[in-house]
């Protein structure tokens, strides 16, 4: 299993001078954190833009730099060799990982004239055939599993749905993993587990809730509407037939808040997965 990425990724020194943030470089470092946590290789694409202006080079756009036949052709060779490198692998990669606003290796944004436009940079546009991805996106991997954890079906299913999100390689955290599971804590340990909980729901890129049930669970409700006002994405199951209202599964406020989903195998592409839905 493997991704091509774009080489900056792994070697910032790519790119033009001047325009790598701090937050480039987590959002590049934590791209790789996912791949080494789910044993995915990371294969580096040439990088263009280097081959041909080289590595110490001001910022430009397309037009400004690129628009010429002799790097025209240098993408035709870059391509032959990429094509060749996945039939040799045998398997196609997962995706593109690739660097928005680039004027080769962006993915939905790229800097084609001296104004930001959708589309892919010039060297991704070669492979319309393969998912891409933005760096960005592909490093928010970080799931909070909010849901009833009392009985041991409720928790025998939270263990069904992190087995689930982390076979679509989504690192997941599970409440009942960490104390959060008996009603004899002392008042020490709630503050500590609560304390715990918020520091995650902050750190997270997503949560996932479970909101079965004739009332949604309350603690479940408070971990999305925390979620929510931190901007974070929510994707909610909801498998529960009953309904609140003519237009309301449970509860409006947490419906308005998430994207809702009716089967578990709907999760992992809800969240965004590189892998194909489950049966």
Known sequence: MYVLVAPCILNPACRARGITTEEDLRYFH?????????????????????????ADREPGSF????????????????EAEVRALIRERGEPPLAIVGVDSSPTCGVTATYYSSVKQPGRGAFLA???????????EFSRYRVYLAGPLFSEAERAYNLVLRDLLEAHLFDVYLPQE????????????????????????????????????AD??????????????????????????????????????????ARVVAAKEDL??????????SG
């Open 30 to 54: 934590r791209a790789a954190e996912r791949c080494r946590r789910f044993s995915v290789e990371m294969v580096p694409l040439p990088c263009p833009e280097t081959i041909y202006l080289g």
């Open 63 to 78: 037009l400004d730099r690129l628009a010429t036949d002799e790097f025209s052709a240098l993408l035709d060779r870059l």
């Open 126 to 136: 070669r492979f319309p055939d393969i998912p891409a991805i933005d760096v960005k």
């Open 178 to 213: 960490v104390g959060d599971t008996s009603c004899t804590r002392c008042r020490e340990e709630h503050r500590t587990i609560f304390t715990q909980h918020l520091r995650v729901l902050r750190d997270i890129d997503a949560v996932v809730a479970v909101i079965d049930g």
């Open 216 to 257: 949604a669970d309350s603690g479940t409700s408070w971990e999305m509407g925390y979620a929510y006002a931190l901007g974070k994405k929510i994707v909610a199951l909801r498998t529960d037939f009953r309904i609140a209202g003519q237009n309301e599964l449970v509860n409006l406020m947490l419906e308005e808040s």
């Open 268 to 277: 992992p592409q809800a969240l965004g997965s590189l892998l194909p839905a």
